[in-house]
């Protein structure tokens, strides 16, 4: 029976049209990937016109899964990948058209190609990383496929280490037991999902990672997306390791999610910018700087450390914001469990709410010589203090608005400001 495939199907499953051997006494028109019929019973590739068959071919069958076209829909195919890229050239593009296992120790060094998965998967079995780019920083683009590592690779190795340019397209790296991407010195890494037991994705300090989603299935407090360059729009979740975005260079629309063992979320001595964290137990944590960020703990401290420049920190039951060497702008809020700001130094320009209904519901508390002016500060107990301090403390705090307290400043707290307002509306602090 003759069925009707497209020429460039037939191709891709190894069948290549070799020459015409029969013309039935008619001119040979150009062949289409429309025209041409398989007989799955004769073997027999042929074309037709309105019906009337006009050319017989000859086919030659080239196997192997993985293939590299010509760009007119012929491929030369080759068992392994190792092959394929070793034939390919930099600009050709390689597909695979099956499921493969590879349960040798392989290592395959990508080139600057264009690899299509067409949705297949590459499951790897061996004890050695099977992605390395060895330094020669390719650029690469690689669409609609799934790498799956099941064995072990080393102590910290990674599935896929490169210093080149990685563009992804529904590109997706699973490992059981290592590290997922490695985005070296100098590399750039777009659009890849990654779930890993190590870290899913590490970016050098020189190396940016753009679009990327990461899973971390480890418990150890190394394991979580690592990065020490740039990362943009990049987003991990985890519900084992201790942290789960771990940032020691700029961050900038990324976002941290942790549950259940995944206690303290985003992890940041570098700068995060416009991100946003989930934290059960601490939502940010971290001495470094804090651009309109949004951070949420559910039973913890929203932001613990560093330098917060604006953003809005929850913290249901907890701390909103505690310890923060620099606080300018932004929104804290406590819901139950605590004060809303605690043991932070110099406070400016913030709105500051405690929700919970609590004689210990502080506004903010100081157990350090510290500044506060230009602060909104509102408590739901009236026997809370929005200025509170359990000892003896000089607070410098100026032209700020207290709500709901009795006793808005603590006994406890001494003004260490000693200058009055000038003509001009001018305090020196």
Same mark, same amino acid.
């Given at each position: 029976m003759a069925i009707t495939t497209p020429k460039v199907t037939l191709a891709k499953a190894g069948i290549k049209i070799d020459k015409?051997?029969?013309?039935?006494?008619?001119?040979?028109?150009?062949?289409?990937d429309l025209d041409v019929a398989h007989d799955t019973t004769t073997g027999e590739i042929f074309q037709k016109v309105n019906d009337v068959k006009i050319g017989l071919f000859t086919a030659v069958t080239s196997t192997g899964v993985f293939g590299i076209s010509n760009g007119v829909g012929e491929y030369e195919h080759?068992?392994?990948?190792?092959?394929? %890229?070793?034939?390919?050239?930099?600009?050709?593009? $390689?597909?695979?058209?099956?499921?493969?296992?590879?349960?040798?120790?392989?290592?395959?060094?990508?080139?600057?190609?264009?690899?299509?998965?067409?949705?297949?998967?590459?499951?790897?079995? +061996?004890s050695i990383p099977p992605f390395d780019d060895l330094n020669t920083a390719p650029a690469v683009n690689i669409s609609d496929w799934s790498i799956i590592v099941t064995s072990g690779i080393g102590s910290n190795n990674f599935v896929m280490s490169s210093r080149g340019i990685t563009r992804g397209s529904n590109f997706y790296i699973e490992s059981t037991l290592n590290g997922g991407y490695e985005c070296d010195s100098g590399g750039r890494v777009s659009g890849i999902q990654v779930k890993s037991f190590d870290d899913p994705i590490s970016v050098a300090a020189t190396s940016v990672s753009l679009n990327c989603y990461t899973e971390c299935t480890g418990t150890a407090t190394t394991s979580f997306y690592r990065n020490g360059g740039l990362s943009i729009n990049c987003h991990a979740v985890s519900s084992t390791s201790t942290y789960v975005f771990t940032n020691f260079g700029t961050a900038i629309n990324c976002s941290a999610k942790g549950s259940s063992g995944a206690s303290q979320s985003f992890n940041n001595t570098g700068t995060a910018e416009n991100c946003y964290s989930y934290g059960l137990y601490r939502a940010f944590t971290g001495n470094g700087t804090y651009n309109n960020c949004i951070g949420y703990a559910p039973s913890g401290n929203a932001v613990v450390y560093g330098a917060v420049n604006g953003g809005s920190f929850?913290?249901?039951?907890?701390?909103?914001?505690?310890?923060?060497?620099?606080?300018? +702008?932004?929104?804290?809020?406590?819901?139950?469990?605590?004060?809303?700001?605690?043991?932070? %130094?110099?406070?400016?320009?913030?709105? $500051?709410?405690?929700?919970?209904?609590n004689a210990t519901g502080h506004g903010v508390s100081f157990d350090v010589n510290s500044t506060i002016v230009n602060c909104s500060i509102q408590v739901a107990n009236a026997s809370a203090n929005c200025l509170f301090a359990s000892s003896a403390k000089t607070v410098k705090y100026a032209n700020n608005t207290f709500e709901g307290s009795t006793t808005a400043v603590h006994g406890n707290i001494t003004q260490d400001s000693s200058n009055v307002t000038d003509a001009y509306g001018n305090t020196l602090i």
């Open positions: 015409q051997i029969t013309d039935f006494g008619t001119d040979f028109p150009l062949l289409s080759y068992d392994t990948l190792t092959l394929a %890229m070793a034939a390919a050239s930099p600009g050709d593009s $390689i597909e695979q058209f099956a499921n493969v296992t590879e349960a040798g120790d392989v290592q395959v060094q990508f080139k600057s190609v264009n690899f299509n998965g067409n949705g297949h998967t590459y499951t790897y079995t +061996g929850t913290a249901v039951s907890g701390i909103a914001g505690d310890l923060c060497d620099k606080i300018r +702008g932004g929104v804290f809020i406590t819901d139950s469990g605590g004060r809303t700001l605690d043991r932070c %130094m110099d406070v400016r320009d913030a709105t $500051i709410i405690n929700n919970w209904n």
